[in-house]
Every structure is written in structure tokens, then in C-alpha cells.
């Protein structure tokens, strides 16, 4: 495949990666899904049904897991231990399925990440073989330390989670991905098409969303505006934009063998 995202040894046709919570109800959360495109769909172990629960419907019966690649994470959990116990159960529901999204909170208002948990939760997952995909602060040391830790990608916030703010600081966001040895996806923040076009003009690997689809008022056209941004995206920023020209005009048309020449 052309330009595809490599997570964990295994190649991606989308870049876009979505959650299943907060639809009205399973059939919706496939048919946003469908027309998102992706291929990952992330699933909160605490909060949705994929097997704990045999007399409930189940997350699996409506996107198979023969078609998506289940990401498990850990929503909801404030520790390190917290983190990993899920996980272990994640592991065991999905039949040994090692690839993992990772996220400790700090608090339950602003759902920022406690990033000292998240190192400890990280260092043990990934000795446990684990392949983690790790929900992070925008600080580039901390990203780096993740990397090193040996995670698969570092995911850092493009603002809280759920606000719809869009990516609040760019700058510590290209820093990050100019020094990443790991795939770099935005993680939170993003409300509307526009903020998943610029994550990936400023050379994100991915984007992965839950609120901003499923909060939409339509959340199927919204998943389908999704998928067009992350590819548009993608696709100026491998075309490579034209430079900034600060206080200067330049014609967009060519000047030489003008009708009627000066």
C-alpha cells in the first residue's frame, strides 16, 4: 500500500482512527465507523460490552473484529495499576491481542493525563509485551521518554478531551513529531474537520477521535467529513506547502508575455 501507517509491524490503508462510545447505539457506532473509513476502532474495556457480559449485545457483533483491529483502552483509569489490571482482562477477552492504547487521567474534570502513572503503566506493559499506543501531554521530553520506554506510538493531546477545542498548541505538537522515532497520532481535542486537516498538515501520522464524530449532530456525515480531512490533510502535507511570504504580494499568475506587454 502507498503511504501507509505502520503501527506495530502492520500496515493501515486509513490514518483515521475512531472510538464507539457515546453513539445512541451499536447499529449507529458501524455506521459511523463505515463511513470513517477506519480501520482501528479504539473501545473503552471498562465502559463497553466485547464479551464480559454474554447476555448483552455486543460491541463485537456489530464491528467484527475479522474486519477492524481492536485497539482496548484504558478510559477511566486514574493509576498506573488501574491501567495495567484492565489491560490484562482486555487481553484475555480479545484472545491474546497485545496492541493497546494506553491512558492514565489526572483528574475527572479536565481528564489531562498523570503523565509520572502513565511512564510506570508504560515501562510494565511493554516488559509484559504489550504493544502500546500511549495517551500523553503535549511535552516532547515526556513523548520522547514514552518512545524510548519502547511504546508504538505516542498519541499527545490536541486539547482536553471531549472540549472540541481543536489543536490549542501547534508548536509543541511539530516539535514533538520533528523528534519522534515512533508514529505520532493527535489524541483529544478535535471538533471539526478543519482541526483533523491541520494535525496532518503539521505531519501527524494519524488522528484518533471519538466526541467529534459521535457529538455531531449527525455523526454519520460527520465520520465521511472525517475521512476527507485526514486524507486532504495527509496529502498537502506530502505535496509540501508553499512558503510563508510576510509582507509581500506575489501574482499568482505568470507575468512574462502579458496582451498588450509592458
Known amino acids: 500500500m502507498e503511504d501507509a501507517l505502520t503501527l506495530a509491524g502492520k ?8 472510538g464507539t462510545g457515546k453513539y ?9 465507523v463505515e463511513a470513517s473509513g477506519a480501520e482501528i476502532v479504539t473501545v473503552a474495556i471498562r465502559r463497553t460490552n466485547i464479551g464480559q457480559d454474554p447476555g448483552q449485545p455486543s460491541l463485537l457483533d456489530a464491528l467484527p473484529p475479522s ?32 496492541l493497546v492504547k494506553l491512558e492514565v487521567l489526572g483528574d475527572p474534570e479536565t481528564l489531562f493525563p498523570n503523565m ?12 509484559e509485551g504489550f504493544q502500546v499506543m500511549v495517551y500523553c501531554s503535549d511535552d516532547p521530553i515526556q513523548a520522547r521518554m514514552l518512545a524510548d520506554l519502547g511504546c508504538v506510538a505516542v498519541m499527545p493531546l490536541a486539547s482536553l478531551i471531549g472540549s472540541g477545542m481543536g489543536i490549542l498548541n501547534p508548536w509543541n505538537l511539530a516539535l514533538i513529531i520533528e523528534k519522534a522515532a515512533v508514529p505520532v497520532l493527535v489524541d483529544a481535542g478535535v471538533g471539526t474537520a478543519s482541526d483533523a486537516a491541520v494535525a496532518m498538515e503539521l505531519g501527524c501520522d494519524g488522528v484518533l477521535m471519538n466526541t467529534a464524530i459521535a457529538g455531531a449532530q449527525d455523526p454519520v456525515r460527520m465520520a465521511g ?3 476527507k480531512a485526514v486524507e486532504a490533510g495527509r496529502e498537502a ?3 509540501g506547502r ?10 499568482s499568475s505568470p507575468t512574462a508575455g502579458l496582451i498588450g506587454g509592458r
Open 116 to 127: 509520572p502513572e502513565t511512564l510506570k503503566a508504560a515501562e510494565t506493559l511493554v516488559k
Open 225 to 227: 467529513a472525517m475521512r
Open 24 to 32: 445512541k447505539d451499536f447499529d449507529e457506532t458501524r455506521r459511523a
Open 242 to 251: 508553499m512558503p510563508r511570504k510576510f509582507y509581500a504580494a506575489s501574482p
Open 237 to 239: 502535507f506530502r505535496a
Open 67 to 98: 474486519r477492524y483491529t481492536y485497539l482496548p483502552n484504558t478510559a477511566g483509569c486514574y493509576s498506573a495499576a488501574e491501567a495495567i489490571r484492565t489491560l490484562r482482562l482486555a487481553r484475555e477477552l480479545l484472545d491474546g491481542h497485545s
Open 11 to 18: 500496515a493501515y490503508r486509513s490514518r483515521l482512527l475512531v
